[in-house]
């Protein structure tokens, strides 16, 4: 029965439908698409959460060049974030800007770290950013000056971002100073340092003291290895502009370079002795302190000191603290202070001039000995040591203490005021040449012109009155006659000594005849006795006779008034 109904068909069961018959599902090929698609789309996404670092913002005053989903940040041309969003603050004065970070960044997160934006700026100092101009701007990233020990530092994700580009990064070595000066002149950021021309570092700003008295501090970065060659008393002067003035060759101008003409700057040097190795570097944040020019600096650089001063009823036009002091056109030191002083006991208005004396710049060290110094100054001052000002310049009217010698001094004596030995001045420079004038014309002035012209007219009228008395043309007419007789009297002589100067030449032959018989005589004489020595001797003074005879004769003839004048 069940056989049967189990073989029975389809068409014997009315009403009764079949069970349906499942199939096995085969797998097919394009499935693999979006199973690949899905898992790309995993990968992305465990890859986007994998390289994105922790998400920070950092606060501007504006946001100029800077675009969401744009603007990277980078450190050393390397990508480490990118800007996700831009907003205002609450009190809309600054902006907040988003940035996810790269991951493999969070260390480098910490208190330490710096931002700013790197954009076209031109200042004095210098011009940076240029490259941007074409790439546009973006965020430069600084861990920190302390990078080697950023793993110490406390983790941040909110930062206060710089407005300018910061003078010393966490890469460059170097040591901060600080300078101390009244007032910083043109110095700015970014100024430069030099040492012996040589850029080695840049200011990186200044402080004002409290309530706006007291020194400026500045700051600045010494990069290495030039910080080596700073030493505690090394000194710092302003090289700012240019420095213009008149010296031995004429017109001199000093400019250090064009960016300090711009941006002003500082300069240092090596002190003044060679025992280098024997100082101490000068550690970070030494401070230092800034002088008006490298005089003032070198100046500094001399420890003994004399104090001296001086007292001047003349002009001091162009003498200020600073001037030289100079002995023999050499500066020995420099001008401390100008007062005019109004003191009752001296009776009349004078000027008090400071002076330090600084031997050092003329002797050696060990020539030096402080007590015997001022008693130095007292003996040139006995010898003739004296004080006045002098021009410098007459096109810039700059003065100057000249100490000077003066043929036959005055006496004088010196003072103590205080520690200052009082030394004694005299007029100098233009003023002297007009006070010597003064005192010429004084004495010209007093010299009685009129009285002698009244006594030179007396004297000729009186000449005119001698000369035309009787007694002087009877003087005239005597002494006229008395040289008519001379001449009467010479022409006698002369004709009176005719036969005379006639007869000499018959005399000298007669003499010299004679003298001739007297040799033939001596020769037929001969032998060694008295009569032979006799003859000889006659013979000697007859030629002596004869030849003076001839001189006499010679001589009348060509002066014939020598009777008369003598020879």
């Given at each position: ?31 693999i ?46 990508v ?8 205002l ?25 710096r ?18 101009l ?36 966490s ?7 600080t ?28 402080t ?28 710092f ?18 400019l ?66 600073g001037?030289?002091?100079?002995m023999?056109?050499?500066?020995i ?12 006991k001296?009776?009349?208005?004078r ?16 020539d ?22 002098d ?94 007789n001379?001449?009467?009297m ?18 000298t032959?007669q ?18 006795s ?25 001589f009348?003839?060509?002066h ?8």
């Amino acid at each position: 029965m069940n056989g049967q109904n189990s073989h029975q068909s389809p068409q014997d069961n009315d009403g009764i439908m079949p069970d349906a018959v499942v199939r096995r599902i085969r797998f097919s090929i394009i499935w693999i698409i979006p199973v690949i698609s899905v898992l790309i789309a995993g990968f992305l996404v465990w890859r986007s959460f994998a390289n994105n670092g922790p998400e920070i913002t950092v606060m501007f005053d504006t946001a100029d060049g800077l675009t969401s989903g744009q603007t990277q940040v980078k450190n050393k041309a390397v990508v480490l974030g990118t800007v996700q969003g831009i907003s205002l603050t609450d009190d809309l004065r600054h902006v907040l800007v988003r940035i996810r970070m790269n991951a493999g960044t969070s260390n480098m997160l910490t208190d330490k770290a710096r931002f700013w934006v790197v954009r076209p700026r031109i200042n004095g100092a210098s011009v940076t950013g240029l490259e941007t101009l074409m790439s546009g701007a973006y965020i430069a990233f600084d861990p920190g000056l302390e990078g080697q020990d950023v793993g110490n530092a406390r983790r941040m994700t909110s930062f206060q971002g710089l407005e300018a580009p910061p003078g010393v990064r966490s890469d460059q070595p170097g040591r901060t100073y600080t300078l101390i000066a009244p007032s910083i002149g043109s110095i700015g950021q970014g100024a430069p340092v030099f040492f012996r021309d040589v850029d080695v570092g840049e200011v990186l700003g200044y402080t004002m003291p409290p309530g706006g008295r007291g020194p400026i501090l500045i700051q600045l970065f010494v990069r290495e290895p030039y910080d080596h060659y700073l030493y505690t008393d090394t000194r710092f002067w302003n090289v700012s502009g240019v420095q213009v003035g008149f010296g031995a060759g004429g017109l001199k101008v000093q400019l250090q370079s064009l960016q300090a003409l711009f941006s002003g700057g500082v300069a240092f040097g090596l002190p003044h002795d060679e025992n280098h190795g024997q100082k101490d570097e000068a550690p970070a944040d030494t401070v230092f302190k800034l002088y008006d020019s490298k005089a003032d600096a070198d100046s500094a650089g001399y420890h003994e000191r004399v104090p001296l001063a001086t007292y001047v009823t003349s002009s001091v036009k162009g003498l200020a603290p600073g001037s030289q002091v100079a002995m023999f056109g050499i500066q020995i030191g420099n001008v401390t202070s100008v007062k005019l002083d109004l003191d009752e006991k001296a009776g009349h208005p004078r000027v008090r001039i400071g002076m330090e004396i600084q031997p050092e710049r003329v002797l050696a060290a060990e020539d030096i000995h402080h007590g015997a110094l001022t008693d130095m100054f007292k003996t040139l001052v006995a010898n003739g040591l004296r004080a006045s000002t002098d021009s410098v310049s007459l096109l810039t009217g700059e003065s100057m203490i000249s100490l000077n010698f003066v043929k036959n001094p005055s006496p004088a004596t010196t003072s103590m005021e205080g520690p200052s030995l009082v030394i004694p001045s005299q007029p100098g420079g233009m003023d002297g040449i007009m006070e010597s004038l003064s005192t010429v014309a004084s004495r010209l002035s007093a010299m009685p012109f009129e009285q002698i012209g009244v006594n030179a007219n007396n004297l000729l009228a009186h000449a005119d009155q001698t000369l035309n008395s009787p007694d002087v043309k009877q003087s005239l007419t005597s002494l006229k006659e008395s040289m008519k007789n001379l001449q009467a009297m010479s022409a006698q002589m002369r004709s009176g000594m005719g036969p005379l100067l006639q007869r000499l030449p018959e005399m000298t032959n007669q003499l010299d005849q004679t003298l001739q018989n007297a040799n033939r005589l001596l020769a037929s004489y001969g032998g060694n006795s008295d009569f032979h020595r006799s003859l000889q001797k006659m013979v000697l003074q007859l030629g002596q006779a004869a030849r003076s005879l001839r001189f006499l004769s010679d001589f009348l003839t060509n002066h014939p008034t020598a009777l008369i004048s003598g020879r």
